[in-house]
């Protein structure tokens, strides 16, 4: 088997089910994930990066968040997803709650989105993976301390982007009911 | 809703909550598990499947670069062409509308290298009749290409970051100059659309808008770049902007289709001009610098010249981009093998494919400037140095002709109609 080939197995072997569950997690629909992963992991064998990389499966994380934020930036937004059987297994609200939570889930992802690239990964790894701060910073090679500051900063970001695209919301509601008006 | 931390951190916990079954978790790993063990980790080699589909990647990639060659094509000539029936319907409207967006979507099949269920590219496009146009391809939810039309310089760049090249294509001054009429002056592109037949469809709903839908199946539409072409549009009833565009057309007697979907407009958008701006890493190769032929032809005879030594001496037998253009990569083809070329195609090569592609978009602007344009590849061959291979109007009701044995003329109207008589295919 090839040095190439080992490579990619093994790092399928140590992180592919957490890899999967993060593209799960961030497009909110499985068959999506699904198609993501296999596009990972050719992006992956072409890879001069990666193939270089002395932290395998570090690349392959970030890789696979810019991976599902191309995604994200690329689709309209869906409520018929994988989103409501998912969290109809696990909370099992009404129909109308439902909607709402995968509403807000779309909304924070779609403002994560909008967050610069070191600073997104960044926050997916911290917020939606849980990982500890000392992992991420061993991933990027920075201290556990900057990361904690990373991870503040985008959150201040994030607050600003959703309170401004609701800003954005009411205005433009308002301004067609005046219009109708 | 008041987006405090607090509320963040709720809907937060709700996604790091989200879990695949462990059915789907293992399907997936034991996907990609069996693509790498089996077909290895090298770029020729490697494989990759979505649903049904199951593709040669370095096979593909002349397909891809097929697709990408007409889906720029197609996407140029609708930057005029979408909002032709809306005008009719609604030029004051629009009159003042200088920048929209769109999706478009493409789905191909019948070319050669592509899977039996085809293949589909996605196009996201902007335009701003003060700058250009930009438009963004993605295939198999990858990004393909972003293509670059600047209006200024004259050019179309095309960006192909999986393979770290891109493409330069210059614009002659008539091609420009109708660009920037076309997007500037919704005016010029309704006189030029009520030149074609269109049929009334009555009304019906989509996405829960009431539209009325009109259909057109004039390949001047495309200016003949797609032929059997049904083109169908779709106008939102209470705002008289369009809402959805479908295009059907096939090639090569129906073996190759082309559906084309395009939706999601967004009129009169807010516009950064550094979107416009080509972003071109250092570490990217020029891949191919052509350009249009200019009106005068001499270009068409080169392109004729090329597309002949590519394919043992024959010509194309339409000027219909899909059916030539498969003519043309089958000639490439079995040529490469005949001297035993191998491997990747050089820069000189796909310069050469190139040219011959902008033959196509040169006979699409004669159909669409209705310089009375006609192609007689079919019967025509290098030996029939007599013969009119291809014509066109051009001033002062002189036509110019390129021979069977690729020397050209200006003759008269009536000269021509007698070597054409002369010429004819005797049935």
Redesign the interface.
């Known amino acids: ?2 040095a ?2 080992t490579k ?2 093994h790092v ?1 072997e140590k992180s ?2 957490k890899l ?2 993060l593209l ?2 961030l497009t ?1 629909r ?1 068959e ?8 990972l ?2 992006k992956l ?2 890879s001069n990066g990666f193939e270089r990389s002395e932290n395998a499966s570090g690349y392959a994380w970030r890789s696979a968040i810019n991976l599902a934020f ?2 994200r930036r ?1 689709q ?1 937004r869906v409520h018929d997803g994988l ?1 409501g059987k ?2 109809a297994e ?1 909370n099992e609200p009404s129909p109308l709650a439902r909607m709402v ?1 995968a509403e ?2 779309q ?3 779609e403002a994560t989105g909008r967050l610069s690239e070191l600073m997104r990964e960044v926050f997916v790894m911290r ?4 990982d500890s701060y000392e992992e991420i910073a061993e991933r990027f090679g920075k201290q556990p301390q900057q990361v904690r500051a990373m991870c503040s900063k985008a ?1 201040k970001e ?2 600003e982007f ?2 401004d695209k ?1 800003r954005q919301k009411v205005e433009k509601e308002a301004e067609k009911y005046h219009e109708l008006g | ?1 008041n ?3 607090k509320e ?1 951190f709720r ?2 916990d ?8 462990p059915e ?2 293992e ?3 034991e ?3 069996r ?3 089996e077909k ?4 020729s080699k ?1 494989y ?4 049904r589909m199951i593709m040669n ?1 370095r096979a593909t990639k002349f397909a891809t670069a097929a697709v990408l060659i007409i889906g720029v094509i197609v996407g140029i000539y609708f930057m005029g062409g979408v909002d032709k029936v809306v005008l009719a319907e609604v030029v004051e409207k629009v009159e003042q509308i200088t920048t929209f967006s769109y999706r478009m979507k493409m789905h191909m099949s019948g070319m050669e290298h592509m899977p039996k269920e085809g293949m589909d590219m ?1 196009i ?1 496009a902007t335009i701003s009749s003060d700058i250009g146009m930009r438009m963004d391809s ?1 295939m ?4 393909a290409s972003q293509s670059y039309v600047l209006l200024a310089e004259g050019t179309i760049i095309t960006v192909i970051p999986d393979q770290k090249k891109y493409m330069r294509m210059k614009l002659t001054d008539e091609m420009l100059e109708k660009m920037e009429k076309e997007s500037g002056d919704p005016k010029s592109i309704l006189k030029e659309f009520l030149k074609l037949e269109y049929t009334e469809l009555g009304r019906d709903t989509i996405d829960g808008i009431e539209v009325e839908g009109f259909e057109i199946a004039d390949p001047k539409f495309t200016g003949g770049v797609l032929d059997n072409m049904v083109a169908r549009l779709w106008v939102d009833v209470e705002t008289n902007m369009p809402v959805r565009m479908e295009m059907k057309s096939s090639g090569d007697d129906g073996e190759m289709q082309v559906d084309v979907v395009m939706d ?1 407009y967004e009129w009169g958008i807010e516009i950064d001009p550094s979107e416009f701006e080509p972003r071109i890493p250092d570490d990217y190769s020029l891949m191919a610098d052509v350009k249009v032929p200019s009106m005068d032809g001499e270009n068409v005879v080169e392109g004729l010249r090329t597309f002949a030594e590519m394919t043992g001496g024959r010509y194309p037998s339409t000027m219909s981009v899909l059916t030539a253009s498969k003519e043309a990569r089958q000639g490439w083809k079995k040529k490469r093998e005949t001297e035993g070329i191998k491997g990747q195609p050089s820069k000189a090569e796909l310069e050469k494919f190139m040219s011959v592609q902008m033959i196509f978009v040169f006979y699409a602007q004669l159909v669409q400037q209705d310089k009375d344009p006609a192609y007689y590849g079919e019967t025509v061959t290098p030996e029939d140095a007599d013969a009119v291979l291809m014509r066109w109007k051009i001033d002062d009701g002189q036509y110019r002709i390129i021979y069977g044995d690729l020397s050209t003329e200006e003759v008269s109207a009536e000269k021509l109609a007698e070597l054409e008589e002369a010429t004819a295919p005797k049935l």
Do not use: C, N
Request: glycine letters at 8%; hydrophobic letters at 40%; a negative charge.
């Open positions: 088997m090839e190439g080939q990619l197995l399928l592919g089910a999967y569950t799960v997690k909110l499985e999506v994930a699904e198609d993501l992963m296999q596009d992991f050719v064998s072409s191309d995604w690329r309209k989103e998912l969290l696990q939570q807000e889930m909304q924070v992802l917020y939606f993976q849980q959150m994030l607050r959703l309170t609701d | 809703m987006w405090d931390e963040i809907v937060i709700g996604i790091a909550k989200v879990e695949p079954g789907a978790t399907q997936a790993l996907r990609v598990r693509e790498i063990v290895g980790t090298k770029r490697f990759f499947k979505t649903g990647y996605e996201h993605y198999k939810g990858r990004k999601e």
